[in-house]
């Protein structure tokens, strides 16, 4: 079956260094994969998006990368903030229906000033 | 322009009492999911709508539930009757046919069945 796997442990890292989240799927290849932000009590919000065809994608201080052969993603955050605490979603597209995600169950990030 | 919204935001019952949770999507937005959040489970999809119409409920957990979405603009989850195995957060999302993959979620109804 599709499985996501995030890391299970917080990560805290000092403000200014730069956060790196992963993301390893299994058993299938998803056509796409998004990232998510959620905040203690709201919902998920939409971050990034990268397809299987591109290697990387950034907006401002994030960065994603996206591996098919290790079937792993990898989301950086550079120049981390205070603000930047928060838990963080990864989200590949189900195997043969772009509409359905796959969520995994995030990794919490605490970036101490 | 508003977001998702759902109400209410906070729903305590009993067991075996009937549960409704609304949500109006984003307008003009095509597609509406219902997820449940646990700390267990992490976010699990129950069902979603195109243009009104169920596309796949396999995700929903068992007959007690339901899902109806009469017009666009509105969407209710039911549980009925409830336990306290239901208790968690259920969020509404919706996304756009301009922007097919990204969800926009709503603030997420916390349900606790005592």
């Known amino acids: 079956s599709q499985k996501i796997e995030q890391n299970s442990e917080a990560l805290n890292i000092q403000e200014g260094k730069t956060a790196t989240l992963t993301c390893n799927y299994t058993?299938?290849?998803?056509?796409?994969l998004q990232w998510y932000r959620q905040d203690p009590g709201r919902g998920p919000v939409f971050l990034l998006l990268?397809?299987?065809n591109e290697k990387e994608k950034r907006k401002e201080r994030l960065k994603v990368t996206f591996d098919t052969t290790l079937k792993q993603s990898l989301f950086h955050i550079t120049a981390s903030q205070p603000a930047d605490s928060a838990t963080y979603l990864c989200?590949?597209?189900?195997?043969?229906?772009?509409?359905?995600?796959?969520w995994g169950l995030g990794t919490s990030l605490a970036v101490n000033p | 322009d508003a977001g998702v919204i759902q109400s209410p935001r906070h729903e305590v019952t009993e067991m075996g009492q009937e549960v409704t949770l609304r949500c109006k999507p984003i307008?003009?937005?095509?597609?509406l999911f219902w997820y449940r959040q646990t700390m267990m489970r992490g976010l699990e999809l129950l069902i979603y709508?195109?243009?009104?119409?169920?596309?796949?409920d396999s995700g929903m957990p068992e007959d007690r539930f339901s899902a109806k979405m009469p017009n666009a603009s509105f969407s209710t989850l039911k549980i009925q009757p409830s336990e306290p195995r239901d208790s968690a957060v259920y969020f509404c999302?919706?996304?756009?046919?301009?922007?097919?993959?990204?969800?926009?979620f709503g603030p997420g109804t916390r349900l606790l069945v005592l």
């Open positions: 999302a919706s996304s756009s046919p301009e922007s097919q993959e990204t969800q926009y």
């Open positions: 307008s003009g937005h095509d597609y």
């Open positions: 709508f195109n243009n009104n119409v169920p596309i796949d």
């Open positions: 058993n299938y290849s998803p056509a796409y």
């Open positions: 990268i397809r299987e």
């Open positions: 989200a590949p597209s189900s195997a043969g229906n772009n509409r359905k995600l796959i």
